[in-house]
T-cell receptor, first 114, second 114 residues
Framework: AQSVSQHNHHVILSEAASLELGCNYSYGGTVNLFWYVQYPGQHLQLLLKYFSGDPLVKGIKGFEAEFIKSKFSFNLRKPSVQWSDTAEYFCAVNTMNTGNQFYFGTGTSLTVIP | KAGVTQTPRYLIKTRGQQVTLSCSPISGHRSVSWYQQTPGQGLQFLFEYFSETQRNKGNFPGRFSGRQFSNSRSEMNVSTLELGDSALYLC?????????????FGPGTRLLVL
């Protein structure tokens, strides 16, 4: 079965530090990749997505992610985090064979200390 | 355009009872998916509806069911509630089902089973 792994469960950073959150998936076919963010008390929002083309995708609020097909990875990055980035981050995958069924990672909780 | 709405936002039930949750998708969106979110398991796919038909179903027992109406609104029902059903239930909508369709999430219904 399709699986999505987020290896960092909890990350604590100081403001201005750089961020990289890992995401690996198990499916070897054509995949569509997403990062969602859930701010405290708010609903899940789309940060960025990759369908095809340039493997480096840019999203909202200065986030970017790089798709590395050979590593089955879609890591999320931000050069300089802010206190307002404190949230839970979810990586998600769907594939040609699953249509609209998304597979989510278990999430990474990011705390940014001012 | 209004986002995905879910009602009620909070529910407290006791074991053995049943519960019905409601989801209204974004106007013009015809695909609705349901997820269960728990701290340990992350987001797990329950089912997806399009044109009043269930297209996909996740690995949940038959106590979990759903339906979609002609106006694309969807309901999910959980019968014979168990303590382990306590979770945040999320609804997501997209224009149509499809691997490159972005899902937009509602705020969720938080269910507590006592």
């Amino acid at each position: 079965a399709q699986s999505v792994s987020q290896h960092n469960h909890h990350v604590i950073l100081s403001e201005a530090a750089s961020l990289e959150l890992g995401c690996n998936y198990s499916y070897g076919g054509t995949v569509n990749l997403f990062w969602y963010v859930q701010y405290p008390g708010q609903h899940l929002q789309l940060l960025l997505k990759y369908f095809s083309g340039d493997p480096l995708v840019k999203g909202i609020k200065g986030f970017e992610a790089e798709f590395i097909k050979s590593k089955f990875s879609f890591n999320l990055r931000k050069p300089s985090v802010q206190w307002s980035d404190t949230a839970e981050y979810f990586c998600a995958v769907n594939t040609m064979n699953t249509g609209n069924q998304f597979y989510f990672g278990t999430g990474t909780s990011l705390t940014v200390i001012p | 355009k209004a986002g995905v709405t879910q009602t009620p936002r909070y529910l407290i039930k006791t074991r053995g009872q049943q519960v019905t949750l409601s989801c209204s998708p974004i106007s013009g969106h015809r695909s609705v998916s349901w997820y269960q979110q728990t701290p340990g398991q992350g987001l797990q796919f329950l089912f997806e509806y399009f044109s009043e038909t269930q297209r996909n179903k996740g690995n949940f027992p038959g106590r979990f069911s759903g339906r979609q109406f002609s106006n694309s609104r969807s309901e999910m029902n959980v019968s014979t509630l168990e303590l382990g059903d306590s979770a945040l239930y999320l609804c997501a909508s997209s224009i149509v089902p499809g691997q490159q369709e972005t899902q937009y999430f509602g705020p969720g219904t938080r269910l507590l089973v006592l």
